[in-house]
């Protein structure tokens, strides 16, 4: 197994920041500094021995494969979701010490709503990859009354700075308010998006993922995924659930 996938698996980040730490240099195998064509030999996980040999990551050995856990967390706006233990208004002093983990894409810190927080890399990588174009939904209210011309525009794609959105879902629901469901994830789009066609957002929160819905979560609160949710997801994501 390729390392990366195989820190994914473990728990200690997504695939995505393995490859950020292993290109870094901050990965250790077998006291050498590990390339991106390193490959690690599995033992039986079941064990809680996962792998011949040894990994250390930042100092961190990386001694076996966790029970993986799945969780949903209403962020509320102020909160950063940069796992950065010097900045008082980090997600990570919010989290449980044990199992490790770390939110599947981010909100912008003036932003709030459903955040998944997991230690799958794997269901990670699935979801934050964008050749898959999972949807997200958000409700958003700008700072005044839009038109027909403005959702037109906003489904259909807008520019700014050299990119271009893809077409996207749009909902009216208010004068000022609406639905979008997106399948990109560029940085605070649906701001500068809005933006581009004139209009401010003041609030912004993000309701579902796939099939996961936010729901009566209070803010500040978080809540394992039951069975059932767990199930609907993977087969969103079409991934087996015994992976």
């Not at 195998?29 to 021995?49: K, M, P, S, W, Y």
Request: hydrophobic share 40%.
């Amino acid at each position: 197994m390729r390392l990366a996938k195989y820190l994914a698996l473990s728990g200690y980040c997504s695939r995505r920041a393995a490859t950020r730490l292993i290109r870094d240099a901050k990965v250790i195998i077998d006291g050498r500094v590990a390339n991106h064509i390193d490959t690690v030999t599995l033992l039986d996980i079941a064990t809680g021995q996962a792998s011949q040999e040894k990994i250390v990551v930042e100092g961190t050995l990386v001694t076996a494969v966790e029970a993986k856990a799945y969780w949903l967390f209403n962020k509320a706006v102020g909160t950063d979701c940069r796992l950065l233990p010097e900045r008082s208004d980090s997600l990570i002093h919010l989290l449980p010490k044990e199992p490790r983990l770390y939110p599947v894409g981010r909100l912008d810190k003036d932003s709030h709503g459903l955040l998944l927080l997991t230690n799958d890399g794997e269901l990670t990588h699935q979801l934050m990859h964008p050749d898959f174009g999972h949807r997200k939904t958000y409700h958003v209210q700008v700072d005044r009354p839009f038109d027909a011309v403005f959702l037109a525009k906003m489904a259909a794609g807008v520019s700014y700075k050299d990119v271009t959105t893809l077409p996207c879902t749009i909902t009216r629901m208010a004068a000022d308010r609406y639905e979008i469901i997106l399948t990109q994830g560029l940085n605070r789009q649906i701001r500068r998006m809005s933006q581009s066609l004139g209009y401010k957002v003041i609030d912004l929160k993000r309701v579902s993922i796939q099939s996961l819905q936010l729901g009566d979560l209070a803010s500040d609160e978080m809540r394992s995924l039951s069975s059932a949710e767990l199930t609907a997801l993977r087969a969103s994501l079409d991934l087996n659930a015994s992976t």
